[in-house]
């Protein structure tokens, strides 16, 4: 918690790893998992209210770095979906890697490397629009 831009209290409760008996301190991270698609959602939408952004706007004009293999068929709208196709966070190898929790990498950097949710030493897979029904 902060108060005026200083940190006014900085605690953590509860478990880390119950098998592991590890209490959680203010430097555990975890996963918040599905509840930030909603508050991104949210926010995404007041930026169509404010014509910020438009539901039929390809990602490639929102980020440069993706490849246009792929964003160009993909719309924000697509991603709202989360039915498209695209992983939606990095794979757990990669999370848990201590050069990545601890790497100053841009979003557009980022998103070149491992945009497809693997490291591009991999293969990358084949993604587009998915057929409308």
């Given at each position: 918690?902060?108060?005026?831009?200083?940190?006014?209290?900085?605690?953590?409760?509860?478990?880390?790893?119950?098998?592991?008996?590890?209490?959680?301190?203010?430097?555990?991270?975890?996963?918040?998992?599905?509840?930030?698609?909603?508050?991104?959602?949210?926010?995404?939408?007041?930026?169509?209210?404010?014509?910020?952004?438009?539901?039929?706007?390809?990602?490639?004009?929102?980020?440069?770095?993706?490849?246009?293999?792929?964003?160009?068929?993909?719309?924000?709208?697509?991603?709202?979906?989360?039915?498209?196709?695209?992983?939606?966070?990095?794979?757990?190898?990669?999370?848990?890697?201590?050069?990545?929790?601890?790497?100053?990498?841009?979003?557009?950097?980022?998103?070149?490397?491992?945009?497809?949710?693997?490291?591009?030493?991999?293969?990358?897979?084949?993604?587009?629009?998915?057929?409308?029904a």
């Amino acid at each position: 918690m902060s108060r005026d831009g200083d940190v006014a209290l900085a605690a953590a409760f509860g478990v880390a790893r119950r098998d592991k008996h590890v209490l959680m301190d203010t430097q555990t991270r975890f996963q918040v998992g599905s509840v930030s698609k909603w508050f991104t959602t949210l926010l995404v939408l007041k930026l169509v209210d404010e014509h910020k952004l438009a539901l039929d706007q390809s990602i490639t004009s929102l980020l440069p770095g993706y490849p246009a293999t792929v964003g160009d068929s993909v719309t924000v709208a697509d991603l709202l979906s989360n039915t498209i196709g695209i992983k939606d966070r990095l794979p757990t190898e990669l999370i848990n890697r201590p050069d990545m929790s601890a790497s100053s990498m841009s979003a557009a950097q980022a998103t070149t490397l491992y945009g497809h949710g693997q490291s591009r030493t991999g293969p990358q897979p084949s993604l587009g629009r998915r057929a409308k029904a």
